[in-house]
C-alpha cells in the first residue's frame, strides 16, 4: 500500500523552528522527486518546495527561500522540511507529495505560528 505520513507538526511563536517529516512506504521512495505543499484556510494548496531523486537540485517558493529546506534520507524513505524563522502567513496545514498519474498525498500536519 502506497503512502505518505507527516508528522512534526504543532504550535510555535514567530521566529522559532519546526521539522516537518514525511515518511514513504509501498513504493521505491529513491527514485521519485517529492515536494511539501501547505495550504491555509480558504486558500489554494500551494507548493512550498521540492526535490528531486537523491536531492540533486530543489525548489522553493519565494516565500520560503533562505528560511525553508527540503531534504531526504532515501535510506529511511523519509522526506523532511526545516522551517526556520516561520511566521504567522506560514500557518497552514503541510502535506507532502508524491507525483505521477495518480498523485499521491499524506494526510496533512497543522503547522500554527502564533503568539
Known amino acids: 500500500q502506497v503512502q505518505l505520513v507527516e508528522s512534526g507538526g504543532g504550535l510555535v511563536q514567530p521566529g522559532e523552528s519546526l521539522r516537518l517529516s514525511c515518511a514513504a512506504s509501498?513504493?521505491?521512495?529513491?527514485?521519485?522527486?517529492m515536494s511539501w505543499w501547505r495550504q491555509a484556510p480558504g486558500m489554494e494548496r500551494e507548493l512550498v518546495a521540492s526535490i528531486s531523486p537523491a536531492g540533486r537540485s530543489t525548489n522553493y517558493a519565494d516565500s520560503v527561500k533562505g528560511r525553508f529546506t527540503i531534504s531526504r534520507v532515501d535510506a529511511k524513505n523519509t522526506l523532511y522540511l526545516q522551517m526556520n524563522s516561520l511566521q504567522p502567513e506560514d500557518t497552514a496545514v503541510y502535506y507532502c507529495k508524491r507525483p505521477g498519474l495518480t498523485p499521491i498525498w499524506g494526510q496533512g500536519t497543522q503547522v500554527t505560528v502564533s503568539s
Open positions: 509501498g513504493f521505491t521512495f529513491s527514485t521519485y522527486a
